[in-house]
């Protein structure tokens, strides 16, 4: 029988690795976490904490992992009040716009609208001019280069 444990740490293991050659870090759930304000949004379905799924088949979720991510989102944005924060992630039914007789899918457009319940929560707190919400790491990278790319020098290129 085939030990599923042993892929799961393997996968870890890989992964740590990853982000450790991409010098990136990550970051913990912030200590400052009121579960009273996750049990409101919950009982208010106020995104990312909403019902998805079909509640019949045993598929549905509730939204507790999304909103932890998105309170941990947010605390990186206010404990790096210098930097522009770029969440990732392919839920764009949690986290973006719901677009109306349009399609929903990653756009060239960039950065995505948020949803409209995270959006005023950004504002609120300040943070809309800052946080950013792409769908993939390879749309991010296109959006990056074709913004900044001309401000990296080209090495072939020799200053007098």
């Known amino acids: 029988m085939h030990d599923l444990s042993l892929g799961v ?22 200590d400052t ?3 009273t304000d996750i049990a409101r949004r919950a009982s208010e379905r106020r995104a990312p904490y ?19 991510i998105w ?11 210098g ?3 770029w969440f990732v992630s392919n839920n764009y039914s949690d986290f973006g716009a ?7 899918r990653d756009t060239f457009e ?13 504002d ?6 800052r946080v950013f919400y792409a769908r993939s790491l390879s749309r991010l990278e296109q959006h990056l280069l074709s913004k900044f790319a001309w401000q990296v020098p080209d090495s072939r290129t020799t200053a007098f």
């Open 9 to 30: 740490s393997g996968y870890e293991i890989a992964l740590r690795n990853r982000i450790s050659e991409l010098e990136a870090e990550v970051v913990s759930l912030p």
């Open 33 to 35: 976490i009121d579960h």
């Open 50 to 68: 909403g019902v998805a799924g079909n509640r019949d088949d045993g598929q549905a979720k509730d939204g507790y992992r999304d909103t932890l």
């Open 71 to 81: 309170l941990t989102v947010l605390d990186v944005a206010k404990q790096e009040p």
């Open 83 to 85: 930097c522009d924060v």
């Open 98 to 104: 719901k677009l109306e007789n349009s399609d929903s």
């Open 110 to 122: 960039y950065p995505l609208d948020w949803h409209s319940e995270l959006s005023p929560e950004l």
């Open 124 to 129: 609120q707190q300040g943070l809309l001019s």
